[in-house]
């Protein structure tokens, strides 16, 4: 029976799931673009969420092939309970934190700093949930070593993961937030609201790592790895805010 040259492409096709970070959303989408060009055969699906859920997930038989964390220590743990190849693991990027507010709060991050959280129209703060994100723990510690935490407390509006922290902020919810400058410079968010860099000295370094799970099909996976470490990729991931690892 003849096959056509449509289902003869399907049958070639192999499917590649990515468990991303949340912060990654705006970067990982551009570079997913450019990886499906590049790489016509590789049917890839994305999905963004705290890491720290992705690794409860992974760890229940969650079936992805490629995890992104924010914390590459969740990743180094998949490796040592037999679920990821350890020859696999790998630094894409080192994450920041800003304050957010959009465009038209009357609170200006650049002039208070920290202090801007403190600001009379403040009444909630966004943060991602230090339980399970990265970017959360990061936020926690900020406000902890900036002096500010005790104070600040009762405000924090805790979202799953730093993507929805920053939706908060955008739709109203929060008045400010601490989320990832990847989000902040998202085209998304350029233009609708402006933000203040956190000191990187005010809260633990965010490594970033990916890793490919043990069920994962070695072609592909091994492919997008190639690619997020390549030159062109990481250019793309210095334009969202991320620092490159040494």
């Known amino acids: 029976m003849a096959v ?4 003869a492409r399907a049958a070639d096709t192999q499917k590649l799931a990515i ?11 551009e570079l997913v673009l450019q990886f ?21 997930q992974i760890q229940n038989g969650a079936p992805f092939d490629v995890f992104l964390s924010a914390d ?15 020859d696999s693991l790998f630094l894409y990027g080192v994450g920041r934190i800003v304050v957010w507010v959009p465009a038209g709060s009357a609170v200006d991050p650049a002039a208070l700093g ?14 991602a949930n ?35 922290a920053f939706e908060f902020v955008q739709s109203g919810a929060a008045e400010v937030g601490i989320v990832a400058l990847s989000l902040a410079l998202a085209s998304a968010a350029r233009g609708h609201g402006r933000y203040w860099e ?6 633990p370094k965010i490594e970033q790592g990916g890793v490919i799970l043990s069920r994962a099909p070695a072609g592909p996976a091994a492919q997008f790895r190639a690619f997020l470490l390549s030159a062109d990729a990481r ?12």
């Open 130 to 164: 230090p339980q399970h994100a990265p970017y959360g723990r990061a936020a926690e510690a900020a406000l902890r070593s900036l002096g500010v935490y005790d104070r600040l407390a009762p405000k924090l509006v805790l979202g799953e993961n730093i993507a929805q």
């Open 72 to 86: 590459v220590d969740y990743p180094r743990r998949l490796i040592a309970a037999g679920l990821a190849s350890k």
């Open 114 to 127: 920290i202090h801007a959280l403190e600001a009379a129209p403040v009444r909630h703060i966004a943060i």
């Open 4 to 7: 056509c040259a449509g289902s």
């Open 19 to 29: 468990a991303a970070a949340a912060d990654l959303r705006f970067a990982l989408d």
């Open 36 to 56: 499906r060009a590049a790489h016509p055969a590789v049917d890839l699906a994305v999905t963004y969420g705290s890491s720290g859920n992705f690794f409860a």
């Open 198 to 203: 956190v000191p990187q000295e005010a809260y």
């Open 235 to 246: 250019r793309i991931l210095q334009q969202y805010g991320f620092s490159m690892p040494q």
